[in-house]
């Protein structure tokens, strides 16, 4: 059975606290500076933006390619690893078993979740996709909708052109580390607060 709908409106004084907490926080003393080619995650904005990914991204699990996609959008905020959304027509939705949890990103909106399963196997909550946009920042996050992310920890690979991607540390994150990234990435015990 679904979750309950998520009232925005309701919410939108939390939001709002929840993005201001995000003003002056402390960076880490140990930021690593991109060499040409690399990528700060502290370079990324926070609110996040939407970027178009200029490389073929693809998906595996239980000996079966879940996604392929040259039209993938990327979510890049700071500290974190860039989390990658692919459209439902790249995704092998047929794999996809609706799961009742939801969350709420305070600045993204709200996230309803998939099991993924092929065969005997099954990966519960692995899967997301941006279910109500929040809007009024003109972030463009509507544009993910209709599109899905997949946590790479529980994915057998992940891949971003040549690169086979690494999870972001930590069980709460969906992001995907790639060579050309510098940190420190978000996700160790401590870090929750960048």
Request: aromatic share 10%; proline share 11%.
């Amino acid at each position: 059975m679904p979750s309950p709908p998520i009232d925005l409106d309701r919410l939108m004084p939390e939001i709002q606290t929840a993005r201001l907490a995000w003003r002056d926080r402390p960076r880490p003393h140990d930021i690593v500076t991109p060499t040409p080619g690399q990528r700060s995650v502290w370079d990324f904005p926070r609110p996040p933006r939407v970027e178009a990914v200029d490389a073929r991204c693809t998906v595996d699990f239980g000996g079966r390619r879940i996604a392929d996609s040259s039209a993938v959008l990327a979510v890049c905020e700071t500290a974190s690893a860039p989390v990658y959304y692919f459209p439902a027509a790249d995704v092998a939705t047929d794999c996809l078993v609706a799961n009742p949890h939801r969350t709420l990103c305070e600045w993204k909106g709200i996230a309803a979740y998939d099991d993924l399963v092929v065969g005997t196997r099954r990966a519960q909550r692995a899967v997301f996709c941006l279910e109500t946009p929040l809007t009024d920042l003109g972030m463009g996050y509507e544009r993910l909708l209709d599109h899905y992310a997949f946590y790479p920890a529980a994915m057998d690979r992940c891949c971003v052109g040549a690169h086979v991607a690494t999870p972001q540390p930590g069980q709460f994150y969906a992001g995907w580390v790639t060579p050309d990234l510098t940190g420190p990435i978000k996700g160790p015990p401590g870090t929750g607060g960048w």
